[in-house]
């Protein structure tokens, strides 16, 4: 356990070490198979928007639940649009106690077959990967949780409380789902989300520290939009929407907003440091230390991995400038796209931008309603039943409680009240972290080790 944690996070944590320990339920080599399969024949299922997929890829999931054991009743799915979402239900035996939810969506990110080595909605198992769209966000979780819930399910398990599996269809677009969901089981206990946290590898495969998210910055994203009367290219004027839109995006792309901390992340900081490479892990120690440290300072905002965790970012993530090739621009837009420390609103964001854009031809909007959640409490059982999953395959890996610099869907449940923890099973090197990018993969020696944290969690959660 790593001792530099806040006083309050180290005594939560350190009272869990005394707590007994439930039996680890052994996982079968069948069982690692049928998640394999399960995570292979969702991959081949392309659940992106626009093509209709996703109630396809419920009433798969819903299959293999039913052919487990799990009544037709218990399962339900809802179309939403061209999507859908999935509940099912464990019962408990204790029906009026509010129940704990486990989170995951079903969707993907778009992938283009051209740019990739494999076609991405075919799992390719090679070299001790599952290669695919979607194999680590989120179906890996997704199959892990199913096939730990059948195997409950057959084994006659009863929860304390009822367990209900939420899937979500538009995670990595609109989010629509989520809020519908979330404002369904808004009575639920708390929701244990299969899309946040996970354990972390080094390049040796030996795992350095997991990480329980407890908190999310602000997903925003701004429209930034130039117009000009435009006219015969052999006639260029000064002002030019393409070349105001260049400029004004470079400034951004130069600025780095102040560094933010807080009690939560400053655990995450310290934790992740005694793990790290000696040289970012010096400066991760310093930077919780003296916040001013300017060189500690420079050296996290060029490490992609831990820049997130410092304050506020924004990036341009899209263009569209220009009608013709032989005239002036009329028109150019550009997406921002915004990870907002929690606590800062979309109101100090817009008027940030605006001085570092610094040109008022530029007008500023905001897409959509940002959802802002706050941080959810350290429960002392939460954190008992995380480090027993953990320690079931990893016995004394550092754990700490962080903040993840992507959003989830847990953002809306804990605006919703529902108190969100991501607990993922998975343990991977950050260097085969291809998340929304080319060649996503997981490891194939990861199933086993996150079907046991699942099985430990649910069952020590519902004891």
């Not at 979402?85 to 969506?105: C, M, Q, W």
Request: aromatic letters at 6%; one cysteine or more; a negative charge.
């Amino acid at each position: 356990m790593n001792k530099s944690f806040p006083a309050a996070t180290a005594g939560v944590l350190m009272a869990l070490l005394l707590s007994p320990t439930i039996a680890v339920a052994a996982i079968s080599e069948a069982e690692v198979q049928a998640a394999k399969n399960t995570l292979k024949d969702s991959i081949a299922i392309p659940t992106v928007e626009g093509r209709g997929r996703v109630p396809e890829m419920a009433t798969y999931y819903a299959n293999k639940l039913i052919s487990a054991g799990f009544a037709k009743e218990d399962i339900i799915i809802t179309p939403v649009g061209e999507t859908a979402t999935l509940a099912a239900t464990l019962h408990g035996r204790e029906s009026t106690s509010p129940p704990i939810l486990v989170l995951g969506h079903m969707d993907v990110v778009e992938a283009d077959p051209a740019d990739w080595e494999r076609d991405p909605f075919t799992a390719i198992e090679e070299a001790g990967y599952i290669f695919g769209r979607g194999s680590v966000d989120n179906k890996f979780d997704v199959a892990m949780a199913i096939t730990i819930l059948a195997k409950l399910k057959q084994e006659g398990y009863r929860p304390r409380q009822d367990v209900i599996l939420l899937l979500s269809g538009d995670e990595e677009t609109g989010m629509g789902t989520t809020r519908t969901l979330a404002e369904q089981y808004r009575g639920a206990e708390l929701a244990l989300n299969s899309d946040g946290g996970g354990g972390t590898l080094g390049e040796d495969d030996k795992a350095q520290y997991y990480m329980v998210q407890a908190a999310e910055k602000t997903y925003m994203d701004f429209k930034l939009e130039f117009t000009n009367p435009g006219g015969h290219s052999s006639r260029p004027s000064k002002t030019n929407a393409i070349t105001q839109m260049a400029n004004a995006l470079a400034r951004l792309g130069a600025y780095d907003f102040e560094p933010q901390f807080s009690e939560l992340t400053k655990a995450s900081l310290l934790g992740v440091a005694g793990q790290a490479d000696p040289e970012i892990g010096a400066a991760l120690q310093r930077i919780v230390e003296d916040p001013n440290d300017a060189e500690a300072l420079a050296m996290i905002r060029n490490d992609p991995e831990y820049v997130g965790q410092i304050g506020t970012t924004c990036v341009a993530t899209m263009l569209d400038a220009g009608h013709a090739t032989n005239a002036l621009p009329q028109r150019a837009t550009a997406n921002i796209n915004c990870r907002v420390f929690p606590g800062v609103t979309v109101e100090q964001i817009v008027a940030e931008l605006n001085r570092v854009l610094a040109d008022p031809a530029g007008k500023l909007s905001v897409k959509n309603q940002p959802s802002i959640s706050p941080a959810s409490p350290l429960r002392e059982d939460l954190m008992e039943a995380v480090t027993q999953a953990v320690y079931a395959s990893h016995p004394d890996l550092t754990i700490f409680p962080g903040m993840s610099a992507y959003a989830t869907d847990s953002m809306h449940f804990r605006a919703a009240g529902i108190p969100c923890y991501g607990a993922s099973g998975l343990f991977m090197k950050a260097s085969d972290d291809f998340t929304h990018g080319l060649n996503e993969r997981v490891p194939v020696s990861a199933i086993a080790v996150a079907l046991k944290h699942w099985d430990v969690l649910l069952r020590t959660m519902t004891k």
